[in-house]
């Protein structure tokens, strides 16, 4: 039988700024929470899934795409989550990592906006 998880309450809306990320700690985990550019909220372990580093001492930018050799196009409408560490950089809105297909994925979290208040799923 799945565990049902528990709806915490994290903050105001307004606690979260657009290009940054606010670790909390919750229920006894360390969550990183991101509002990205489109204004959607995303929460993350605060944990790489590469290394185990402190992935939200990382940066969120956009992401360079190669559409054929020696050209770059770079895209800043897609939020991606880079490690401090190794520069893994994970999509925000999958968590899956950006250039090596399957080879690793972020914990996310169930996230809910509404009223001006902030909930995170665990």
Known sequence: MARERQRFRIGKSIDFIVGSI???????????????????????????????????QGIISGVWNA???????????????VCPWHGFQYDLGTGTEVCWKGASRLRMYTIEEGDGEVFVFI
């Open 67 to 81: 559409s054929a050799p020696g050209e770059l196009e770079f895209d800043e409408n897609r939020d991606v989550l």
């Open 22 to 56: 606010k670790v909390l700690v919750v229920n006894g985990r360390e969550i990183g929470v991101a509002r990205l550019r489109n204004g959607e909220l995303r929460a993350v372990m605060n944990r790489c899934p590469h290394k185990g580093a402190p992935i939200c």
